[in-house]
């Protein structure tokens, strides 16, 4: 079974930057991580989960919200078996429990047409705040 764990969330000043980690492991069956999709999603309090970004390991193609465009980068070291979401200029509206959640894709390419996340993990919280 694919496990998935964050680590890096904390509580910052608006303006400040935070770098989350997802260590992923358990790959069987000819699985590995090159053929996951990760994504990072959000669940900020009174609002729907979201998507906040995805970096498909395939082919290191990436995907942003809109929100955090600019602002946000993801990077995966395949090496490590691990993805890093580094936020930077955050604001309050960023605040919310990150999770890292792993989508295989087998050869497929890019981060579009996810049907089916696969597997999540505990979440990690991040709080933006004076």
């Known amino acids: 079974e694919v496990q998935v764990v964050e680590s890096g969330g904390g509580l910052v000043q608006p303006g400040g930057s935070l770098r989350l980690s997802c260590v992923a492991s358990?790959?069987?069956?000819?699985?590995?991580?090159?053929?996951?999709?990760m994504s990072w999603f959000r669940q900020a309090p009174g609002k729907d989960r979201e998507r906040v970004s995805c970096?498909?390991?395939?082919?290191?193609?990436?995907s942003y919200t809109d929100s955090v465009k600019g602002r946000f980068i993801i990077s995966s070291d395949t090496d490590e078996n691990t993805v890093y979401l580094q936020m930077d200029n955050l604001r309050p509206e960023d605040t919310g429990v990150y999770y890292c959640?792993?989508?295989?894709?087998?050869?497929?390419?890019?981060?579009?047409?996810?049907?089916?996340?696969?597997?999540w993990g505990q979440g990690t919280q991040v709080t933006v705040s004076a």
């Open positions: 959640v792993a989508a295989f894709r087998a050869t497929r390419r890019g981060c579009d047409g996810i049907r089916f996340y696969d597997h």
């Open positions: 358990g790959f069987t069956g000819g699985r590995s991580f090159g053929h996951y999709a």
């Open positions: 970096i498909a390991n395939i082919d290191r193609s990436t």
